[in-house]
Nanobody, 121 residues
């Protein structure tokens, strides 16, 4: 059984910071790339950041320079450190495991419940 448990969301003022965590189990964590997605009401789910098995990272243009994805293969956990948060970052954030090829992240169909980030003005 694949389990992905997101945590760390909450309410933060614009310009603030937050760190999200995703604990994975049921997979050989180090064998997969990991990604963070977000989905706001009425909007399509979008890939925010991805990290390969080797630690290479990719970011959506909207978060580049503000967010950092990292992984801890001992703890089987992927993180998303968010700085300079904006109201438009408000969303439910999800993590996922998959592969990265040619600069594109390909997710597997396993999703947790997500964690809500609300950024106030």
């Amino acid at each position: 059984q694949v389990q992905l448990v997101e945590s760390g969301g909450g309410l933060v003022q614009a310009g603030g910071s937050l760190r999200l965590s995703c604990a994975a189990s049921g997979i050989i964590f180090s064998s997969y790339a990991m990604g963070w997605y977000r989905q706001a009401p009425g909007k399509q789910r979008e890939l925010v950041a991805a990290i390969t098995r080797g630690g290479t990272t990719n970011y959506a243009d909207s978060v580049k320079g503000r967010f950092t994805i990292s992984r801890d293969n001992v703890k089987n956990t992927v993180y998303l450190q968010m700085h300079s948060l904006k109201p438009e970052d408000t969303s439910v954030y999800y993590c996922n495991h998959g592969t990265t090829r040619g600069g594109t992240y390909y997710p597997l169909d396993d999703w947790g419940k997500g964690t809500l980030v609300f950024v106030s003005s």
